[in-house]
Protein backbone atom coordinates (compact mmCIF):
# COMPACT_ATOMS: atom_id res chain seq x y z
CA UNK A 1 0.00 0.00 0.00
CA UNK A 2 0.98 3.54 -0.79
CA UNK A 3 0.74 4.58 2.70
CA UNK A 4 2.79 1.79 4.07
CA UNK A 5 5.69 2.86 1.97
CA UNK A 6 5.88 6.15 3.51
CA UNK A 7 4.95 4.82 6.51
CA UNK A 8 8.32 2.57 5.63
CA UNK A 9 10.51 5.23 4.42
CA UNK A 10 9.77 7.58 7.10
CA UNK A 11 10.70 5.45 9.69
CA UNK A 12 13.98 4.02 8.09
CA UNK A 13 14.93 7.47 8.10
CA UNK A 14 14.58 8.27 11.89
CA UNK A 15 16.11 4.51 12.71
CA UNK A 16 17.87 2.62 10.10
CA UNK A 17 19.53 0.58 12.21
CA UNK A 18 16.24 -0.95 13.48
CA UNK A 19 14.62 -0.67 10.24
CA UNK A 20 17.19 -1.69 7.82
CA UNK A 21 15.16 -1.20 5.15
CA UNK A 22 13.16 1.20 2.47
CA UNK A 23 9.92 -0.67 1.82
CA UNK A 24 7.70 -3.07 3.21
CA UNK A 25 8.50 -7.18 1.95
CA UNK A 26 6.81 -8.33 -1.20
CA UNK A 27 4.00 -11.03 -0.91
CA UNK A 28 6.57 -13.28 -2.48
CA UNK A 29 8.71 -13.10 -0.09
CA UNK A 30 6.41 -13.61 2.96
CA UNK A 31 5.26 -16.77 0.99
CA UNK A 32 8.67 -17.91 1.24
CA UNK A 33 9.53 -17.06 4.56
CA UNK A 34 6.24 -18.05 6.44
CA UNK A 35 6.53 -22.02 4.77
CA UNK A 36 6.73 -23.33 7.80
CA UNK A 37 4.06 -22.59 9.48
CA UNK A 38 1.69 -25.46 10.13
CA UNK A 39 -1.34 -26.49 8.56
CA UNK A 40 -2.93 -28.21 11.22
CA UNK A 41 -3.21 -28.38 15.24
CA UNK A 42 -3.07 -25.20 17.28
CA UNK A 43 0.94 -23.29 16.63
CA UNK A 44 2.41 -20.56 18.55
CA UNK A 45 3.88 -18.48 15.99
CA UNK A 46 5.86 -15.79 16.70
CA UNK A 47 6.46 -13.03 14.44
CA UNK A 48 9.72 -10.26 14.62
CA UNK A 49 9.88 -7.18 13.21
CA UNK A 50 6.48 -7.21 11.47
CA UNK A 51 7.46 -4.01 10.07
CA UNK A 52 3.71 -2.61 8.30
CA UNK A 53 2.83 -6.19 8.30
CA UNK A 54 3.53 -8.33 5.06
CA UNK A 55 4.54 -11.48 6.79
CA UNK A 56 1.73 -11.00 9.32
CA UNK A 57 -1.09 -10.89 6.75
CA UNK A 58 0.07 -14.46 5.18
CA UNK A 59 0.63 -15.82 8.67
CA UNK A 60 -3.22 -14.61 10.06
CA UNK A 61 -3.80 -16.78 6.57
CA UNK A 62 -1.62 -19.54 6.90
CA UNK A 63 -3.44 -19.72 10.75
CA UNK A 64 -7.19 -19.09 9.60
CA UNK A 65 -8.05 -18.99 13.20
CA UNK A 66 -5.84 -21.28 14.63
CA UNK A 67 -3.23 -21.20 17.14
CA UNK A 68 -1.73 -18.03 18.92
CA UNK A 69 0.09 -15.65 16.47
CA UNK A 70 2.19 -12.89 18.78
CA UNK A 71 3.88 -9.90 17.03
CA UNK A 72 6.70 -8.39 18.46
CA UNK A 73 7.38 -4.66 16.77
CA UNK A 74 10.12 -2.07 18.77
CA UNK A 75 8.65 0.69 16.49
CA UNK A 76 5.90 1.88 17.83
CA UNK A 77 3.75 3.81 15.17
CA UNK A 78 4.07 0.45 13.30
CA UNK A 79 3.48 -1.75 16.27
CA UNK A 80 0.00 0.85 16.44
CA UNK A 81 -0.67 0.73 12.67
CA UNK A 82 -0.52 -3.30 13.10
CA UNK A 83 -2.98 -3.09 16.29
CA UNK A 84 -5.84 -1.34 14.27
CA UNK A 85 -5.13 -3.35 10.83
CA UNK A 86 -4.80 -7.02 12.47
CA UNK A 87 -7.32 -6.84 15.71
CA UNK A 88 -6.80 -10.93 15.76
CA UNK A 89 -3.19 -10.95 16.02
CA UNK A 90 -1.38 -10.20 19.97
CA UNK A 91 0.95 -7.07 18.51
CA UNK A 92 3.20 -5.85 21.54
CA UNK A 93 5.26 -2.90 21.44
CA UNK A 94 8.61 -4.22 22.57
CA UNK A 95 11.92 -5.60 22.36
CA UNK A 96 12.14 -8.71 20.46
CA UNK A 97 14.98 -9.43 23.38
CA UNK A 98 12.41 -10.04 25.72
CA UNK A 99 10.44 -12.66 23.70
CA UNK A 100 11.11 -15.15 26.70
CA UNK A 101 9.38 -13.08 28.96
CA UNK A 102 6.56 -11.97 26.54
CA UNK A 103 5.57 -15.90 26.10
CA UNK A 104 5.62 -15.90 29.62
CA UNK A 105 3.47 -13.15 30.20
CA UNK A 106 0.88 -14.84 28.01
CA UNK A 107 0.96 -18.68 29.28
CA UNK A 108 2.75 -20.18 26.84
CA UNK A 109 5.85 -22.47 27.30
CA UNK A 110 7.28 -21.80 23.66
CA UNK A 111 7.12 -21.02 19.87
CA UNK A 112 6.60 -23.64 17.19
CA UNK A 113 7.62 -20.98 14.70
CA UNK A 114 9.69 -18.00 15.07
CA UNK A 115 9.20 -15.54 11.36
CA UNK A 116 11.81 -12.85 11.50
CA UNK A 117 11.87 -9.49 9.78
CA UNK A 118 14.33 -7.97 11.59
CA UNK A 119 17.79 -6.67 9.86
CA UNK A 120 20.18 -8.85 11.13
CA UNK A 121 23.10 -7.73 8.87
CA UNK A 122 22.59 -4.15 10.31
CA UNK A 123 23.16 -5.18 13.84
CA UNK A 124 26.39 -5.19 15.57
CA UNK A 125 27.44 -8.85 16.65
CA UNK A 126 26.46 -8.63 20.47
CA UNK A 127 23.07 -7.50 19.79
CA UNK A 128 22.61 -10.31 16.87
CA UNK A 129 23.81 -12.83 19.61
CA UNK A 130 21.42 -11.33 22.08
CA UNK A 131 18.14 -11.83 19.64
CA UNK A 132 19.31 -15.02 18.79
CA UNK A 133 19.90 -16.15 21.84
CA UNK A 134 16.02 -14.97 23.10
CA UNK A 135 14.81 -16.50 19.62
CA UNK A 136 16.55 -20.12 20.45
CA UNK A 137 15.34 -20.27 24.10
CA UNK A 138 11.63 -20.39 23.86
CA UNK A 139 12.19 -22.45 20.67
CA UNK A 140 10.96 -26.56 21.14
CA UNK A 141 13.07 -28.91 19.59
CA UNK A 142 10.83 -29.44 16.92
CA UNK A 143 10.51 -26.06 16.13
CA UNK A 144 11.65 -24.09 12.87
CA UNK A 145 13.14 -20.12 12.32
CA UNK A 146 13.09 -18.26 9.39
CA UNK A 147 14.33 -15.27 8.31
CA UNK A 148 15.62 -13.55 5.11
CA UNK A 149 18.76 -11.50 3.66
CA UNK A 150 18.68 -9.11 0.88
CA UNK A 151 21.01 -10.88 -1.75
CA UNK A 152 23.24 -7.09 -1.68
CA UNK A 153 24.05 -7.94 1.63
CA UNK A 154 25.79 -11.37 1.22
CA UNK A 155 29.63 -10.07 1.01
CA UNK A 156 28.98 -7.52 4.08
CA UNK A 157 30.47 -8.67 7.25
CA UNK A 158 27.92 -8.41 9.25
CA UNK A 159 25.67 -11.09 7.37
CA UNK A 160 28.41 -13.16 7.32
CA UNK A 161 28.29 -13.03 10.51
CA UNK A 162 25.20 -13.88 10.99
CA UNK A 163 25.11 -16.85 8.58
CA UNK A 164 27.89 -18.08 10.65
CA UNK A 165 25.36 -17.22 13.89
CA UNK A 166 22.94 -19.40 12.60
CA UNK A 167 24.95 -22.79 12.04
CA UNK A 168 26.04 -22.29 15.42
CA UNK A 169 22.78 -21.98 16.97
CA UNK A 170 21.23 -24.58 14.51
CA UNK A 171 21.99 -28.18 13.63
CA UNK A 172 20.21 -27.64 10.15
CA UNK A 173 20.26 -24.26 8.30
CA UNK A 174 18.60 -24.30 5.07
CA UNK A 175 18.95 -21.09 2.18
CA UNK A 176 16.30 -20.68 0.04
CA UNK A 177 15.81 -19.58 -3.24
CA UNK A 178 16.56 -15.78 -4.40
CA UNK A 179 13.12 -13.96 -4.09
CA UNK A 180 14.00 -11.53 -7.03
CA UNK A 181 10.21 -10.23 -7.22
CA UNK A 182 11.10 -8.71 -4.03
CA UNK A 183 12.92 -4.94 -3.33
CA UNK A 184 15.32 -5.51 -2.91
CA UNK A 185 15.84 -9.37 -3.85
CA UNK A 186 16.07 -11.74 -0.77
CA UNK A 187 16.75 -14.83 -0.29
CA UNK A 188 15.34 -17.17 2.87
CA UNK A 189 17.47 -19.41 5.87
CA UNK A 190 15.01 -21.59 7.44
CA UNK A 191 16.84 -23.28 10.55
CA UNK A 192 15.75 -25.99 12.39
CA UNK A 193 16.88 -28.10 15.65
CA UNK A 194 18.03 -25.62 17.96
CA UNK A 195 21.33 -26.45 19.72
CA UNK A 196 21.37 -26.27 23.27
Known amino acids: MPNDSALFL ?14 PSSRWLASAVCAPIPERGEPTVVELGPGTGPFTAEIQQRLGGRGHHLAVEVNEPMARLLKARFPAVDVV ?8 ELLAERGLQ ?37 TFSYIHAI ?6 RFRALLAERFEE ?20 RPRP
Do not use: K
Not at 14 to 20: H, L, Q, V, Y
Not at 94 to 100: E, F
Not at 129 to 136: E, G, I, K
Open 173 to 192: VVPGRTVWRNTPPAFVFHAR
Open 93 to 100: NADAARLG
Open 155 to 160: PLSPAR
Open 110 to 146: QADVVVSGLPWAAFPEGLQHALLSAVTSVMGPGAAFT
Open 10 to 23: GQFFRAPTTIGAVA
